[in-house]
């Protein structure tokens, strides 16, 4: 299996809801990634996971919360977002030894209103 | 902080033709180059990666070259085909272990019939 998954695939959520968005890989990765992609832009890395540990945060407003309950699972806990926030979300996946390739989820898109 | 610029933004071929993609990154510890292509709506996929140790790289009808003096890295494609129409973006990254990855602004290519 060399598939990362994401659900939801869509969300429309408004500034006072809260939603969580899902990541899985079952490669056997030790590092998980987040990215935050805006309509043709590249991908913007958000946050790093290394053994189920936050190694990289990349000054990210508090209302975007990971959290890395598993190898195999990367959440992100979204509240009191704001409508500039609406983008695709990306998770990825990497070893973190030998090959550098990330995986990529097929990505949330979040729409906030 | 690593800094990459691509150029061009836009890259338009006929089929059959040759297409090159330029990346400049200003981070002289950056030691991994993967290129990532994004068709519309879907997850950005690695193409073709390279390492600092090496020159250049080649996988069937596309290559990758890099110049560690100029810091700077190219993408060839040869006998360009309309699938390969698509967004392509270089990254870099330093160290070991989990790859921060810095992307190029991307290059939208399309490949006319």
């Known amino acids: 299996d060399t598939e990362v998954t994401q659900t939801p695939k869509h969300l429309v959520m408004g500034m006072t809801n809260k939603k969580s968005l899902k990541c899985e890989q079952h490669?056997?990765?030790?590092?998980m990634y987040w990215y935050k992609q805006k309509a043709k832009k590249p991908p913007e890395l958000m946050f790093v996971?290394?053994?189920?540990?936050?190694?990289i945060n990349e000054s990210v407003p508090s209302r975007f919360s990971p959290e890395c309950p598993n190898s195999s699972l990367l959440n992100l806990h979204l509240h009191a977002l704001q409508p500039e926030d609406s983008a695709l979300y990306l998770c990825?996946?990497?070893?973190?030894?030998?090959?550098?390739?990330?995986?990529f989820g097929p990505g949330t898109r979040l729409t906030v209103t | 902080g690593e800094n990459v610029e691509q150029h061009p933004s836009t890259l338009s071929v006929q089929e059959g033709d040759s297409a090159v993609i330029k990346c400049t990154y200003s981070?002289?510890?950056?030691?991994?180059f993967p290129w990532y292509k994004q068709e519309l709506g879907k997850r950005p996929q690695l193409i073709i990666d390279?390492?600092?140790?090496?020159g250049e790289k080649k996988d069937q009808r596309i290559a990758v070259t890099l110049n560690k003096t100029a810091k700077h890295f190219s993408l060839h494609i040869t006998e360009t085909q309309p699938e390969d129409s698509a967004v392509y973006f270089c990254?870099?990254?330093?160290?070991?272990?989990?790859?921060?990855?810095?992307f190029g602004t991307g290059t939208r290519l399309l490949v006319s019939p």
């Open positions: 990825a996946s990497s070893r973190l030894t030998g090959s550098y390739e990330q995986y």
């Open positions: 490669m056997g990765h030790r590092a």
């Open positions: 996971y290394s053994y189920e540990k936050l190694s």
């Open positions: 981070d002289s510890a950056s030691n991994y």
């Open positions: 390279i390492r600092s140790n090496v």
């Open positions: 990254a870099a990254s330093r160290g070991t272990g989990f790859q921060k990855l810095v």
